[in-house]
């Protein structure tokens, strides 16, 4: 089968560039021709189908840089893509997929490419990774506290809140962007949903959206599995994420101050790498042990699971199947994450780690020390790990979604 996978970057960003890398992998492995349609971007991995992507726009550099041509450009891109459509034409005119496979779309690419994808009659499944779809602020949240004040597509209540970024024009063009998808029908324009966490598609259910749409699929592990579970010497523990204020990271941080006897590893980048660095440093003044590394490898990551006792995922909004978690699992390494969202579908108090009240900071510290000072919970939990992260099989994932690509070309599911 010929399958096109759409999402705007193509590197080991996040959760779904994760996700639609490591499938693309699997699928390769079974015989199918898979390609990308994606955004031009310094860090993505060399493609040859990148002649046909759309160009780079920073949207945060524009956002700096405040300017009424700025100001255009950001709202012409953001919105409706009239680029974006016309490069994936030129793609689709060489080349035509059996089905196109969206992931995190918005922004850069847009649901402009729905409307190509429509006209030339190619069925399409997206994998919800997020909830944009529902909230102009993409994670239900305002002001770094759960919101869901836009359910019923009330999405102005994003502009008169300044739900994204505080900037009321920021939120104005979040909003006119939820509004004009809410207008495109989307919902009735693509044939599947794939929602990796029971959470968001209930979720979507509750805001209205019709259940026979969705299709539950836990995300998968792609990575090899530890062959024995060992504690490793030391009291190391990893965040490996986002530096992003929703994913908790300050959290964490504050949480050395009653742990200060604790080596914190820092992989990741995002708005707050200044604020966590300087935080950091100011944390090893003060006799804490804490190592930002940036983004890195596969490969780089893989050892700092494998150097970690415990995984820590503090997150305080909702989550939806984060792969920092199954990563950690794979490796036979425990979590201590935040009792929130999909999270909960994961992490299993006393099974594979423990859960804790987002936000808090102490009860975290409390956590991650009894996995630290107790060997025989920490090896239950890091049984439990490697456990469930083997019940996460890609190649059970692929023979599901091979299926449920089938059933779109065939018209079973729309």
């Not at 359910?151 to 300044?162: A, D, E, I, N």
């Not at 969705?214 to 990575?223: I, L, R, T, Y």
């Not at 994961?346 to 102490?362: W, Y």
């Not at 023979?399 to 065939?410: G, P, T």
């Amino acid at each position: 089968m010929k399958i096109l996978f759409v999402n705007t970057y193509h590197y080991r960003r996040a959760g779904a560039e994760v996700y639609a890398l490591d499938l693309a992998e699997a699928l390769r492995s079974r015989g199918h021709e898979v390609r990308f349609f994606a955004m031009q971007h310094p860090d993505n991995i060399q493609c040859a189908d990148s002649r046909y992507w759309v160009p780079e726009i920073d949207f945060r550099a524009m956002n700096a840089h405040k300017t009424p041509a700025n100001a255009l450009r950001v709202l012409s891109r953001s919105i409706y893509s009239f680029g974006a459509r016309r490069a994936l034409s030129g793609m689709l005119s060489d080349w035509r997929p059996d089905v196109a496979h969206l992931n995190n779309i918005h922004a850069h690419l847009t649901p402009s490419v729905i409307d190509e994808l429509n006209a030339r009659d190619i069925p399409t499944v997206w994998t919800l990774h997020d909830c944009k779809l529902l909230c102009p602020n993409t994670d239900l949240a305002s002001h770094g506290e759960i919101c869901e004040r836009c359910k019923g597509g009330r999405f102005m209540q994003c502009t008169l809140h300044t739900c994204k970024k505080d900037s009321r024009s920021a939120s104005f063009i979040a909003t006119l962007e939820a509004e004009a998808h809410r207008f495109l029908h989307l919902r009735d324009r693509v044939d599947a949903f794939i929602a990796p966490s029971v959470f968001l598609r209930d979720k979507f259910i509750e805001f209205g959206w019709p259940p026979d749409k969705f299709v539950h699929m836990p995300n998968f592990n792609n990575m090899p599995l530890a062959s024995h579970v060992e504690m490793p010497d030391g009291r190391r523990v990893l965040f490996a994420g986002q530096l992003e204020r929703t994913k908790g990271v300050l959290t964490l941080l504050e949480a050395l101050e009653h742990s200060p006897d604790v080596r914190l590893d820092i992989a990741g980048d995002g708005q707050l790498r200044g604020e966590v660095e300087a935080k950091a440093a100011a944390l090893r003044l003060n006799g804490a042990e804490v190592h930002t590394h940036g983004r890195v490898s596969k490969d780089v990551l893989g050892g700092l699971i494998d150097a970690a006792r415990v995984v820590v995922v503090p997150s305080q909004l909702y989550e939806n199947s984060p792969y920092s978690v199954i990563e950690a699992f794979a490796h036979a390494r425990p979590v201590v994450a935040s009792r929130i969202g999909g999270i909960l579908e994961l992490v299993v108090d006393g099974v594979n780690g423990i859960t804790t009240t987002p936000g808090t900071a102490s009860e975290f510290a409390v956590a991650i020390d009894r996995l630290l000072d107790d060997p025989e919970l920490w090896r239950r939990s890091a049984g439990g790990a490697l456990a469930t992260a083997a019940s996460r099989d890609a190649t059970d994932y692929v023979v599901a979604l091979e299926k449920l690509y089938a059933d779109v070309v065939s018209g079973k599911v729309s």
